[in-house]
Nanobody, 115 residues
Framework: QVQLVESGGGLVQPGGSLRLSCAAS????????MSWYRQALGKQRELVAAITSSGTTRYGNSVAGRFTISRDNAKKTVSLQMNSLKPEDTAVYYC?????????WGQGTQVTVSS
């Protein structure tokens, strides 16, 4: 059974940091490209960051330079380090695994940036 379980969300003040983690099981993690998406209330889901099976990373324009994606194939986890958080980063953050025509999504974790 495929599972992607996100953790690490919460409430943080502007300028603060959070680290999200996604624990994977039920598929061959190392061959999947992994990514983080987010969806703010009333907005479309957008790509935040992605990391390929070989470790190549890319970021959405609004988070480049502030967020860092990483993966640990031995632990089957993908993480998102978020620094210098802004109120506009408030959203539900989702973990996604992709390989060829197979996509798996987690249930999401809420991140709220507010003073």
């Amino acid at each position: 059974q495929v599972q992607l379980v996100e953790s690490g969300g919460g409430l943080v003040q502007p300028g603060g940091s959070l680290r999200l983690s996604c624990a994977a099981s039920g598929f061959v993690f190392s061959i999947y490209d992994m990514s983080w998406y987010r969806q703010a209330l009333g907005k479309q889901r957008e790509l935040v960051a992605a990391i390929t099976s070989s470790g190549t990373t890319r970021y959405g324009n609004s988070v480049a330079g502030r967020f860092t994606i990483s993966r640990d194939n031995a632990k089957k986890t993908v993480s998102l380090q978020m620094n210098s958080l802004k109120p506009e980063d408030t959203a539900v953050y989702y973990c996604k695994a992709g390989f060829l025509n197979s996509d798996y999504w987690g249930q999401g974790t809420q991140v709220t940036v507010s003073s």
